[in-house]
């Protein structure tokens, strides 16, 4: 080797480093993600082994979350005393608001705890959320709070071990602010694993007031004064209602919510609870039949304004338009809704283009109330967690994302509602009020059914047999088969 | 500041790392030469130690009830003492065990010159290529395998179901739906295809009896019949319905499609004078992502209600032509036009029976067909989606693209032939244009034409990059997803295998049943990929 010329060995030498500075260079490139990640390791070994600690000593750590709760009691009071050692932790939140209203407005709610406690909130929104968060949580990497939209799913994730009960204290905290009638669709089999974050009144339909007066239409108190409204305005050359089912992967949902309103109507209360756990079939007399009931109304001629050409093929988002365009007089859809309805529409000020809700009429003249709404579990044990749940059960998170949701909206309705009590009214719109008070008030309040069910047909069948038989593909008879047969054994 | 630290020492220690890796290597292969003892003692001392840390590693895992967690304990234990622990122990033992081994065995057998030679060789390959084969392994084949076990299992991965998820996936209706067998042979399509064969048998009867044999099969009939075959699958796909089905269809359609029209871009732009120009534009396509492209297209075909005017530019085509009222200015103009396409078409037929070119007059011949059923339809009933009111004002009528099972399955297509043409289309021109000048050249000289030449030297040259442009087709096709999940989401019909896999994993989270169609899936794509593989391998 040493025979060969210096020059040589030289250059090759300088080729020798010059490769290994560049794999160098891009290991320590790479490696860099690492080095954040080892930070956080050790916090994140230590929630493991609270966990872990945790469930293998149940026992004791209930006797010590007793013990916290009485410290907890004195301290309510006055947080920042307590939020002391707890300023720089870091909570994440995972969710399924994504637009820049409701996820702005909600990361402004937080971003006031964190000022007020030190505590550093994320919150990421994602439309998919509830897809994704099967993954994450599979994959070991769950947020440490989820925003669950449908109870259903905070159950399967409750009884899969992945969720926490909540700890007495924030129990206790929740109490406070949220009446039984809501806290219990966290409840699973008996524990206490979710806290309600949102709440949405579903049994409304919109419409304009002015234009029912001019045209000489009254807003209807029964299931048949509703049905012969509509006949009337087609006999008037007026198309009653405006619907629209699509909605990205979750279309058919606003299908569902129709048949549930009907089924609470048109049925009691507790065969709803049957239908929802399974026990009534969809093939059954009473579900198919307000299946035939919807259909037909809706597939009467001259009956829907579909915006996209039919019914299925609307966005449920496509419908605010026409109704202030007088495409069509009625919209059933829930509270939420508000946020779809065009900027600069005014709220039932009596105005002459102001946009007003009714109750979507019953059928046997009780006052069944649907709702819905999101509901918050935590992946993590921590005391960090801990507080900001609490702080998702108070009236005061409500208050605040109200107001800056409404602010967000640039005034107007801001589509958010919280049933929490004592809030602060002055926060809400007079409309928003009414719709506060049909919520609290109300004596049968059951939540949005397909919200419920297993994923396989809440989140599954109950919208792609709803969407085929909207859509003409399969008959009631098919169609609600189907579904019976996707309901998991 | 603590930040800057870390990324300096990654640095230091990175290429500290890198540099030891490579020193060491470079003496390896000196060693092998040198003193092969050493070699294997080394090579010993890495094995053990890499077992040491594997044995030290293993765990063994109770289910400790009412806990999501289980009780592990490790199934090794050594003492443990100052910084010494039972894992660094088990290292040591193994490294020293495996050493002393490998010393032992490379003393007594030590190979000769050449044999080293070879063991140098493919330790050199062995140390460029083991990293990128274990990122393989880690990446791919372990995630293979994985599914592939869950599939056999049930929704939460837990208790064994065998094939059933299999069984589920061929069986459901969902999937596979037979019963409209029947309504094949009541499709205009089918006839059609029918028709076309017939046609194509005919002039294959009729060129070969002039040659003397019983058929002769030339590119005007095998166009023909490869024209009758897309039509019969179109008659049967539209009839046996399911996600299985849809996704053949699919395979299919596209595949021949883009495949065809690429083929014909790529022709028809070789003799043109702006030739990058046109293929340009129409590989523009290529350049948008495939949710991108369904979103375009869900706007070319949104229907709005009648009353309103249509955004969606095939509706908007489509009401407009309706309102061109028979015996109305606008349906004579249209009439007038297209009497005079249909002459022209006339006259070329007749040049193609006069020359005894087959393909010209049946295509021109074929080509009239619609276009006299158009001029019948503007004279008598009239073209496109409008209708008289009662009051004499028109009404719009609409076609449902994306929501009318079946054919709302082919107008999905549309998007993806759309996006695929652009690519077929650069590769069979380049293999076009690579097709030897001298072989051309010799066949003009033998006093071939331009189609005899284009039949006869040109294509047979290209079909294995034409077969290379489908396996690659077929693969991407059979895999569709982002369309699909974009415009409908499987509603209406339309639903295939990879989003049904989408939604079963993680909408439902059934882990079995997801993995099981990923598996059918896997399976679709492996024998088109290894035959392209193949084929590739011999083309070296």
């Not at chain 2, 200015?329 to 297209?338: D, F, K, N, Q, S």
């Not at chain 2, 759309?418 to 030897?436: D, E, H, N, R």
């Given at each position: 080797m040493k025979d060969h010329s210096n020059r040589r060995t030289r250059l090759r030498w300088a080729r020798l480093l010059a490769i290994v500075l560049a794999f160098g260079l891009i290991a320590a490139a790479c490696g860099s993600d690492d080095d954040g990640d080892a930070e956080e390791a050790p916090a994140a070994t230590e929630a493991m082994a609270d966990e872990s600690m945790d469930d293998s000593m149940a026992d004791e750590s209930m006797d010590d979350s007793m013990d916290d709760e009485s410290m907890d009691d004195s301290m309510d009071d006055d947080m920042s005393d307590d939020m002391m050692d707890l300023s720089g932790t870091k909570v994440t939140v995972f969710g399924p608001e994504s637009s820049d209203e409701e996820a702005g407005a909600l990361r402004d709610a937080l971003d006031h705890f964190a000022a007020q406690t030190g505590i550093e909130v994320s919150y990421t929104g994602a439309r998919d959320a509830a897809d994704q968060i099967n993954a994450q949580a599979a994959g070991g990497n769950p947020p440490d709070i989820f925003i669950f939209p449908q109870p259903g799913k905070l159950a399967d994730f409750a009884r899969d071990g992945h969720l926490i009960a909540l700890p007495d204290d924030v129990i206790a905290a929740m109490n406070e602010h949220w009446t039984p009638a809501w806290t219990a669709f966290g409840d699973v089999d008996g524990t206490q694993y979710g806290i309600p974050n949102?709440?949405?009144?579903?049994?409304?339909?919109?419409?304009?007031?002015?234009l029912f007066e001019s045209k000489g239409y009254s807003v209807p108190g029964t299931w048949d004064e509703l049905k012969a409204l509509s006949a009337e305005m087609i006999a008037n050359g007026d198309t009653p209602f405006c619907i629209g089912i699509e909605s990205g992967p979750a279309t058919g949902w606003t299908f569902t919510d129709w048949v549930e309103d009907l089924m609470l109507r048109f049925h009691t209360p507790a065969e709803y609870d049957a239908w929802v756990a399974g026990e009534l079939a969809f093939s059954s007399a009473e579900v198919s039949g307000v299946f035939t009931e919807v259909l037909d109304l809706w597939n009467t001629p001259g009956m829907v304004f579909a915006a996209g050409?039919?019914?299925?093929?609307?966005?449920?988002?496509?419908?605010?338009q026409p109704l202030v365009d007088n495409d069509c007089m009625m919209h059933r859809q829930a509270s939420f809704y508000a946020a779809f309805i065009p900027e600069g529409t005014a709220f039932a000020d009596g105005s002459a283009d102001a946009v007003d809700t009714f109750y979507f009429p019953s059928v046997k003249g009780d006052q069944p109330v649907l709702g819905a709404g999101t509901l918050v579990g935590a992946f993590r044990d921590a005391?960090?967690?801990?507080?900001?749940?609490?702080?998702?059960?108070?009236s005061e998170y409500a208050e605040v994302r109200q107001q800056a949701q409404t602010e967000r909206k640039g005034g107007g309705l801001s589509g958010f509602l919280s049933a929490a009590t004592n809030q602060d009214p002055s926060v809400y719109q007079p409309l928003e009020q009414s719709f506060l008070d049909i919520l609290q008030n109300a004596d049968v309040v059951r939540f949005d059914g397909s919200d419920l069910m297993p994923a396989e047909v809440g989140a599954g069948t109950f919208w792609t047999e709803g969407t085929a038989v909207v859509n003409g593909d399969k008959s009631v008879a098919e169609a609600t088969q189907a579904i019976d047969d996707s309901w998991p054994q | 500041m603590a930040a800057l630290w870390g990324a300096f020492l990654g640095i230091v220690i990175s290429v500290g790392a890198s540099a030891a890796v490579f020193w060491g290597t470079h003496r390896l292969f000196g060693l092998v030469e040198r003193r092969w003892a050493v070699v294997a003692a080394v090579a010993g001392v890495l094995v053990g130690a890499g077992a040491g840390a594997v044995a030290a590693g293993l765990r063994r895992c109770v289910a400790v009830e009412g806990s999501r967690n289980d009780e592990c304990t490790p199934l090794l234990d050594g003492p443990s003492f100052g910084w010494i622990n039972p894992t660094l122990m088990w290292i040591?033992?193994?490294?020293?065990?495996?050493?002393?081994?490998?010393?032992?065995?490379?003393?007594?057998?030590?190979?000769?010159?050449?044999?080293?030679?070879?063991l140098q060789g493919r330790l050199r390959a062995l140390t460029f290529v083991g990293p990128a084969m274990l990122f393989v392994a880690l990446g791919l084949i372990v995630p293979l395998l994985?599914?592939?076990?869950?599939?056999?299992f049930d929704k939460a991965g837990e208790s064994f179901r065998g094939l059933a998820n299999y069984g589920e996936i061929f069986t459901n209706a969902q999937s596979v739906d037979l019963s409209g067998w029947a309504g094949i042979f009541g499709s205009r399509l089918f006839w059609g295809s029918l028709i076309l064969f017939a046609i194509a048998t005919l002039i294959a009867m009729s060129r070969g009896r002039s040659r003397g044999v019983r058929a002769d099969v030339s590119a005007s009939t095998v166009g023909i019949g490869l024209g009758g075959g897309l039509l019969l699958s179109f008659a049967v796909f539209a009839n046996l319905r399911g996600t299985v089905m849809n996704n053949l269809w699919w395979v299919v359609a596209v595949t021949f499609l883009s495949t065809a029209l690429g083929l014909l871009a790529a022709v028809i732009a070789d003799r043109t004078k702006r030739e990058s120009f046109a293929k340009s534009l129409i590989f523009l396509p290529m350049a948008i992502s495939f949710v991108g492209a369904g979103i375009i297209w869900r706007f070319m075909y949104i229907a709005r209600p009648p009353q309103k005017s249509q955004t969606g530019l095939l509706n908007a085509i489509w009401v407009w032509l309706g309102t061109l009222r028979p015996s109305?200015?606008?349906?004579?103009?249209?009439?007038?036009?297209?009497a005079a396409v249909t002459v022209l078409l006339t006259a070329l037929c007749a040049f193609g029976v006069r020359r005894r070119q087959s393909a010209i007059a049946v295509g021109s011949a074929i080509a009239a067909i619609p276009l006299l059923w158009l001029i019948y339809r503007f004279l008598g009933p009239g073209v496109g989606g409008s209708a008289l009111g009662p009051n004499d004002e028109p009404i719009a009528g609409t076609i449902l693209f994306v929501q009318e099972s079946p054919f709302n399955n082919v107008w999905l297509m549309v998007v993806l032939i759309?996006?695929?043409?652009?690519?077929?289309?650069?590769?069979?021109?380049?293999?076009?244009?690579?097709?030897?000048a001298d072989l051309i050249e010799a066949a003009r000289v033998d006093g071939a034409d331009e189609r005899q030449v284009f039949f006869g030297v040109t294509l047979p040259t290209i079909v294995p990059t034409i077969t290379v442009v489908m396996t690659a087709m077929i693969v991407l096709v059979m895999k569709v997803f982002d369309i699909v999940r974009v415009m409908t989401n499987g509603n209406f019909g339309t639903q295939v295998i990879a989003n049904e896999m989408w939604q079963r994993s993680f909408t439902e989270f059934n882990l079995g049943l997801g993995s099981a169609l990923a598996v059918v899936l896997f399976l679709g794509v492996v024998p088109v990929m290894g035959l392209n593989i193949r084929r590739m391998q011999r083309g070296e």
């Open positions: 949102k709440s949405d009144l579903k049994s409304l339909v919109w419409y304009k007031p002015a050409g039919s019914i299925a093929a609307t966005p449920f988002g496509d419908n605010g005391p960090e967690v801990w507080e900001v749940m609490k702080y998702f059960a108070s | 040591v033992i193994g490294a020293a065990v495996f050493g002393l081994a490998g010393a032992a065995v490379g003393v007594k057998r030590s190979p000769g010159g050449d044999r080293i030679a070879t994985r599914t592939i076990y869950l599939s056999l109305s200015g606008g349906a004579w103009t249209a009439v007038a036009v297209l759309w996006i695929q043409t652009g690519f077929a289309m650069v590769i069979l021109s380049a293999a076009i244009k690579a097709v030897p």
